[in-house]
């Protein structure tokens, strides 16, 4: 294992999953020099399962994974699984079958306008891109099995126990947060090397990325992870070229990372890609298909921003820090 990845912002909207989504996808399908792809494995923590209906299509979840949710591989299952004490003595992440047929991102049928269907497949195999799947029922977890005081500190990461488990399997674990400072979010936090924080750069965003690194600063200090966690990338997104104040709140969050830089040990090595995420039409026809951003023309600018986030996660050292 070389690191667990957390996508991470308190505001919702701000494309924390299309990127979780899109740069283990890149990450899976970025050439090596030994011609061996890198294994990933995509955690979705988020109970309203977007990254898991993202990837697997909105049919093939609700049939196979939410509708079985006791009996199917999913975090939910393995997570009660675990609270009870249970061995957990199955496969609780999707990956290809033993004939190689692969629901990540795979085929799926889409209904034409004059009723019939059409069937669309992926332009690659992705047999090294795995994924632990979410189900609406992790809503329930809290409630059903009052494990806020349990998951709440390190010492008790239940998530962490379990990918633990797997890391011998896996070169990165990206993993797709929700939108609040749950027990789980505490959790992927206290599994996590790095941080990835999407933001939009407008007012209301920006004013809450304060609360966001102060937060996050006080919980690694809290569990002993204070100068080893790390919230390396941000990217602001969905802006688009109207947005007249898209480089003053840019600059608004690099000032704010300088004068916290200090204080808050995990912004030591926090750089914004300036290029950003942008929002485009391919991007969200894309993403209506159950595509990853890769399937984009290689000169597309959504494509070019996810290569070079793979890129800082794949060689940090490399990555042209602009002075911030
Ligand atoms: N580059 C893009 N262009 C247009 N729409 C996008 C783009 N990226 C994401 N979206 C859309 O923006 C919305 C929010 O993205 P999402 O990744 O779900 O955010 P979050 O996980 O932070 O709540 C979704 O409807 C998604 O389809
Ligand atoms: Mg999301």
Known sequence: MKKVYSVINFKGGVCKTTLAVNIAAGLANY??????????????????????????????????????????????????DKIKGKQIDYEFIIKPDDDGKNPVFGERKFKRTDGTYEIRRAKQNWSNLHLLSSVNSLFDLPKEYGYNTKLADNKHSLLADLLKTRYDEYDYIIIDCPTHFSPL????????????????????????????????????????????????????????????????????????????????????????????????????????????????????????????????????????????
């Open 31 to 80: 050439p090596q020099p030994n011609g061996i792809p890198l294994r990933i494995l995509l955690v979705d923590i988020d109970p309203q399962a977007n990254a898991s209906v993202y990837m697997l299509g909105e049919d093939y979840w609700r049939e196979n994974i939410q509708d079985k949710a006791k009996t199917s591989p999913n975090l939910y299952r393995v997570l009660v």
């Open 185 to 324: 979010t505490q959790n992927a936090i206290s599994v996590s090397t790095n941080i990835i924080v999407p933001f939009v750069p407008d007012y209301l965003s920006t004013y809450g990325m304060n609360e966001l690194f102060s937060r996050l600063s006080e919980y690694a200090d809290q569990n002993g992870k204070g100068g080893l966690l790390k919230v390396d990338i941000l990217i602001p997104t969905l802006y688009n070229e109207m947005s007249q104040d898209y480089h003053s709140f840019v600059k608004e969050v690099q000032d704010m990372i300088i004068k916290k830089r200090g204080p808050q040990r995990i912004l030591s090595k926090a750089h914004i890609i300036n290029s950003g995420f942008k929002r485009t039409v391919a991007v969200s026809k894309l993403i209506e298909d159950h595509r990853p951003v890769i399937d984009l023309p290689i000169s597309h600018e959504s494509r070019k921003t996810i290569n070079l986030i793979v890129k800082a996660i794949i060689q940090p050292t490399k990555i042209k820090r602009k002075k911030i």
